[in-house]
């Protein structure tokens, strides 16, 4: 961006687009267009409406603050404050994981094992934003939701997406080690901490730097989660479980093993196994 005569929208555009390309982000156009519409407090589609308006200094200085911020690789999510989940706008920030897209199919996979059962108890363990649980308790009308997490600060957050939604869903302060709330619930889901510590290097810098570490690293969350859900499920409950690539098939053998039925693994939109479920 330049202070060099007027310059337009369309212009602020390119540059912060190329800016955030040559800093690495993975979608820079993108991430420009939701930064420059946030800092004009306009709908992204708008932009395109007002291309060759000239821009005032005011403007200029928002929007460039705010590309900053994106080339110091904030995720955009933290930048904007909010972010879509589902059907849901849900508040997000450092105190929680962003959730990501591939989490909407745990919950579409609930969903389905929900289907016609009424006034179904849910946990979600792990609940970080609170967005599985939200989403279900949005989706599944008459679904009594728990979301539980061992950070506080999560559970802050959760709390401000309770409140946001207006959903009724209970969240409490728990250590999924120290085993589950006993329910019986019809279903267990969770997104738990599964990457390996050794793996931090590898992460975005958007994730390693800017997630909550308690949110990322963790290597017997999901078995923990699943042995405690065999003594907390009612029969015929179902296990919801997000693995990391590469676990799905290792975390289904574990199921087999702990007497689930049903197994199944389902692939994310870039076709890799992702959720793996079964029925108690
Ligand atoms: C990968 S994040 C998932 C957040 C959210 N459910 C989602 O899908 O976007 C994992 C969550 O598990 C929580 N967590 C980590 N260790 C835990 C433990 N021992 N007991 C309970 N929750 C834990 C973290 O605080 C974090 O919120």
Not at 59 to 73: F, K, Q, S
Not at 81 to 108: C, Q, S, Y
Request: charged share 25%; hydrophobic share 45%.
């Amino acid at each position: 961006m330049t202070d060099a005569g007027p310059i337009t929208l369309g212009e602020v555009l390119r540059r912060s687009a190329d800016h955030l390309a040559a800093k690495g982000c993975e979608s820079p156009r993108l991430d420009a267009e939701l930064l420059l519409a946030h800092a004009l407090e306009m709908k992204r589609i708008d932009l395109y409406l007002a291309f060759d308006r000239p821009m005032v200094s005011s403007e200029l200085d928002a929007a460039r603050a705010l590309v900053a911020r994106r080339a110091g690789r904030e995720p955009v999510q933290h930048i904007l404050g909010e972010w879509g989940f589902r059907r849901l706008t849900l508040r997000v920030d450092r105190r929680a994981l962003v959730p990501r897209p591939e989490t909407e199919i745990v919950v579409e996979r609930c969903l389905s094992l929900l289907a016609g059962r009424e006034r179904p108890c849910v946990l979600d363990v792990g609940t970080g934003t609170g967005a599985i649980a939200l989403a279900i308790a949005d989706e599944q009308p008459g679904a009594r939701v728990t979301g539980i997490d061992v950070s506080t600060d999560a559970l802050a957050l959760a709390r401000e997406n309770v409140e946001r939604t207006g959903l009724a869903v209970e969240l409490a302060e728990h250590d999924l080690f120290t085993g589950l709330p006993s329910g019986p619930w019809d279903l267990v889901v969770s997104n738990p901490p599964y990457v390996a510590a050794a793996e931090a290097d590898a992460l975005a810098p958007e994730v390693r730097d800017f997630d909550p570490h308690i949110a990322l690293f963790g290597e017997d969350t999901v078995a923990a989660v699943a042995r405690g859900a065999v003594s907390v499920l009612r029969g015929g409950g179902a296990l919801v479980l997000e693995v990391g690539d590469g676990q799905a098939v290792g975390v289904a053998a574990l199921l087999d093993e702990l007497g689930f039925r049903d197994v199944r693994i389902t692939r994310d939109l870039a076709g890799r196994e992702r959720v793996v479920e079964g029925v108690r």
